[in-house]
């Protein structure tokens, strides 16, 4: 009944102590059930081999093993769900970064209805009033011409507002962009490093680290809102026949490494020109900058992806073939409204002409401008600086032109000319966007973007951001409800479960006692084999 040389001993004490290591594995994973980032570990063990079948004097006969013996502890973890879960962390990133970006533009082109007084407040609004205005004027009436000059005065003041508004939402992205995404990304990073060189060490230590294990994938989760990344195990060999697994971090498809090992790599915000890049920085030996390369690019997803989008995307009005150009960001919103504003001031300007003289057919042979509309400051009208004349504004009598038919008699009740202005309200008109490709200030390619009146232009414009907005928001939903339900299946494995842990407790606590009672019937049957049986 004994094994030969007490091997029954050596089963039963290395049952002991696998089942310890279990009921220690288990403490572990009930003390951690609320730790954020824990992974649950497990024990690896394998069967002891008799291993004496190749030696001379060697037993036969029925060959049992020696019990067994534990190998390490690793984790519950599926790297290919890590792998996906990340790949949708970065497009939600993207697209929730335009939306909440896209989202502000949208408060600012909105029309808001007015409190106790039927209506809308906006831009639109404004137009209608001014057209309103211009439909009670009197020819040649200073009293009802200030009412209509008040109202283009707050039309001009409004361009300006939400051009100014515009402007501030685009600084402030830039600074989410400069100030928090590239800041906490670079401080991943350095994270990332210093845990990679610590696994290293109690790796070789023989120490699978695996807290520090988890707390490098809770930033690499980080990491991958940020940016579109993937992360290779690369082995290394330490000698002895012993290998040890470590990280490289690269943006996705790429050979750009944001993080080697024990190193990072420092990334910075770059604005050139009004186009914003994301710069790959080298330092020199006393902190200053060495080399700078632009891997924008190389940026497939993310947050920095949707800022970078945001703030170059120019649509139609781009001037390269850069892909975040060709998005529809802030700049393009900006042009919109510039367009809109120098179509306007334009054709005013042109239909406030007084003819200074006449052809002997009446056609007018020459004109006098007098500008309803200029730049604040001077050069070309854009909707953050137009504004009604200085002559205009200064004027003690009439100044819209109200005839430009020849007459010679009195011609200041005519108003064919006001008719002519309250006309160009309605009237279809060409927008194009105007490219200036080469830099010499000659634009060399035009591109339609819409025929219509000025409301409708406007309207069109803000459709365009409305739908954005609820494409972008609809892309971003898909996206998170995807990421969630991936989370879900990464905890379902790597999470701790206090019923299943409970479970675990009572059985290897039934299979310690079951090897602590194996040595207490071997210990009893060696006393009465020697003790007893010997007197």
Known sequence: MLRPTFLGYKTATGALKVNQYFLDIVGQNMANVNTKGYTRQRLDINSVAYSARNMKLATTGVIIGQGVDAKGVSQFRDSFLDLRYRMESSKAGSEYTQYEALKDLENILDEIPMEDMEGMYGLDAQFSDLLRQLHSLSPSDPVSEGVVRTSAQMLAQMLNNYSKEMETVKNQQLSYLENGAVVDINQISENIAKLNKQIRESNISGNPALELNDERNMLIDQLSSYLDIEVDVEPLDIGGGNVIDEIVIRL???????????????????????????????????????????????????????????????????????????????????????????????????????????????????????????????????????????????????????????????????????????????????????????????????????????????????????????????????????????????????????????????QYSKSYNAAARLMTTLDEMLDTLINRMGV
């Open 252 to 506: 996705r498809g790429t050979p750009e490494e944001i993080v080697n090992r024990n190193s990072y790599t420092e990334l910075g915000v770059k604005n050139y020109n009004n186009i914003i890049s994301i710069n790959k920085i080298k330092r020199n030996d006393d902190g200053t900058i060495a080399e700078e390369t632009d891997i924008s690019t190389k940026i497939t997803g993310g947050q920095v992806n949707g800022y970078l989008k945001f703030l170059n995307g120019r649509g139609e009005f781009a001037q390269s073939d850069n892909e975040f150009e060709n998005d529809r960001g802030v700049q393009y919103y900006q042009n919109m409204l510039d367009t809109l504003a120098v179509k306007f001031a334009d054709m005013m300007n042109v239909l406030n002409r007084k003819p200074k003289s006449f052809n002997d057919d009446g056609t007018v042979k020459e004109w006098d401008d007098r500008p309803l509309f200029e730049a604040r400051g001077g050069g070309e009208i854009t909707a953050g600086n137009i504004k009604i004349s200085d002559d205009w504004s200064e004027a003690t009598d009439s100044y819209i032109t109200n005839t430009v038919v020849k007459s010679d008699g009195d011609s200041s009740g005519a108003k064919d000319n006001i008719l002519r202005i309250i006309d160009s309200f309605q009237k279809s008109e060409d927008y194009a966007a105007y490219i200036d490709s080469d830099g010499d200030g000659t634009a060399e390619t035009k591109r339609p973007l819409f025929k219509g009146t000025f409301q409708e232009f406007l309207s069109y414009t803000t459709t365009k951001l409305n739908l954005q907005v609820r494409s972008t928001e609809t892309s971003y939903n898909t996206y998170a409800e995807t990421q969630f339900h991936i989370d879900y299946a990464r905890k379902s494995m790597s999470s701790v479960d206090l019923n299943e842990e409970g479970i675990n407790l009572l």
